[in-house]
């Protein structure tokens, strides 16, 4: 898969295959890696250690993956000590969906009508755009604005302690104190934004790796049932080219005129100075230095 960054507007424009064949990230790429279904696509939104906020874009045919924008303002995550942007590679699991109609009965929520989030724990720092293999090994639930919005954990099949990682318990063996962070970062990074501190289901516990392969396949079958209009799509484009038997389904010219349109660039923004402060917790708040 190729996607080129427009550095302009810190955006992606939509990707294409090895054949040159315009594609939709959230919907042509497939969610499984292998026949038995252990190793899974990870489409990589925000390598480690970057603040810019960027997303699979549902609404924009092809889904091309762009920052995200509030206000009229590109969107950055704050640096809240000792956490320097994310702290892991983030992404998003191809060919999944978070039904916001379905009422899970696990968290008692509904989901958030995004695809399922993915961390990605490795030692490599992944590129924004990039598909990277991972093995599922747990998941954690945070609740935002009263919306399940699972977050699962995972590692690249490659990397150099992959065959030590085969479950959640691991984790805390091979990267002691990474889960208790991770739980943190979600809990206090929309602090500095003024908001309050997220909430999660299970009280934060990380659940193991079978629960979290369930909750992926449950999601797949979400997006089957979006990508094959059987339920409203609530916004989402799904518009794709490798789909077969999807009313979505579109034939290669038609996409690359959606390329065209998309890959458009903007603007020049400087950096914000704001990315290079950090924020420190006091009592529930932030401040910044």
Same mark, same amino acid.
């Given at each position: 898969?190729?996607?080129?960054?427009?550095?302009?507007?810190?955006?992606?424009?939509?990707?294409?295959?090895?054949?040159?064949?315009?594609?939709?990230?959230?919907?042509?790429?497939?969610? &499984?890696?292998?026949?038995?279904? @252990?190793?899974?696509?990870?489409?990589?939104?925000?390598?480690?250690?970057?603040?810019?906020?960027?997303?699979?874009?549902?609404?924009?045919?092809?889904?091309?993956?762009?920052?995200?924008?509030?206000?009229?303002?590109?969107?950055?995550?704050?640096?809240?000590?000792?956490?320097?942007?994310?702290?892991?590679? &983030?992404?998003?699991?191809?060919?999944?969906?978070?039904?916001?109609?379905?009422?899970?009965?696990?968290?008692?929520?509904?989901? !958030?009508?995004?695809?399922? !989030?993915?961390?990605? =724990?490795?030692?490599?720092?992944?590129?924004?755009?990039?598909?990277?293999?991972?093995?599922?090994?747990?998941? =954690?639930?945070?609740?935002?604005?009263?919306?399940?919005?699972?977050?699962?954990? +995972?590692?690249?099949?490659?990397?150099?302690?992959?065959?030590?990682?085969?479950?959640?318990?691991?984790?805390?063996?091979?990267?002691?104190?990474?889960?208790?962070?991770?739980?943190?970062?979600?809990?206090?990074?929309?602090?500095?934004?003024?908001?309050?501190?997220?909430?999660?289901?299970?009280?934060?516990?990380?659940? !193991?790796?079978?629960?979290? +392969?369930?909750?992926?396949?449950?999601?797949?079958?979400?997006?089957?049932?979006?990508?094959?209009?059987?339920? !409203?799509?609530?916004?989402?484009?799904?518009?794709? @080219? @490798?789909?077969?038997?999807?009313?979505?389904?579109?034939?290669?010219?038609?996409?690359?005129?959606?390329?065209?349109?998309?890959? +458009?660039?903007?603007?020049?923004?400087?950096?914000?100075?704001?990315?290079?402060?950090?924020?420190?917790?006091?009592?529930?708040?932030?401040?910044?230095?």
């Amino acid at each position: 898969m190729n996607c080129d960054k427009d550095r302009s507007r810190g955006r992606l424009s939509p990707t294409k295959n090895e054949n040159g064949q315009s594609i939709s990230p959230l919907h042509d790429i497939p969610l &499984y890696a292998n026949d038995e279904h @252990t190793v899974y696509n990870m489409v990589v939104e925000v390598p480690r250690w970057t603040n810019a906020k960027m997303e699979i874009s549902l609404g924009e045919g092809l889904n091309p993956i762009k920052q995200d924008v509030k206000k009229g303002k590109l969107r950055f995550v704050a640096n809240c000590f000792p956490h320097h942007g994310y702290i892991w590679n &983030y992404g998003a699991f191809p060919q999944t969906w978070e039904n916001p109609d379905h009422l899970d009965a696990d968290t008692g929520c509904k989901g !958030d009508n995004d695809p399922i !989030d993915v961390l990605e =724990i490795g030692s490599r720092i992944a590129k924004r755009g990039e598909v990277m293999q991972v093995k599922i090994l747990g998941t =954690i639930a945070l609740i935002d604005e009263g919306e399940t919005d699972w977050k699962i954990i +995972t590692i690249n099949v490659n990397d150099p302690v992959a065959d030590q990682l085969n479950d959640i318990a691991d984790v805390e063996t091979v990267f002691p104190g990474l889960l208790r962070a991770s739980v943190e970062w979600f809990k206090i990074y929309k602090i500095p934004d003024g908001k309050p501190e997220n909430q999660f289901a299970f009280n934060g516990e990380a659940k !193991d790796a079978a629960f979290a +392969t369930k909750t992926v396949a449950d999601t797949h079958r979400f997006w089957q049932q979006l990508v094959n209009k059987e339920v !409203d799509n609530n916004g989402i484009s799904c518009l794709n @080219t @490798t789909v077969d038997g999807s009313p979505y389904l579109v034939a290669n010219d038609a996409a690359d005129e959606v390329f065209v349109k998309s890959a +458009t660039g903007g603007n020049p923004e400087p950096a914000s100075e704001a990315l290079h402060k950090w924020h420190f917790r006091s009592e529930n708040s932030y401040s910044k230095l």
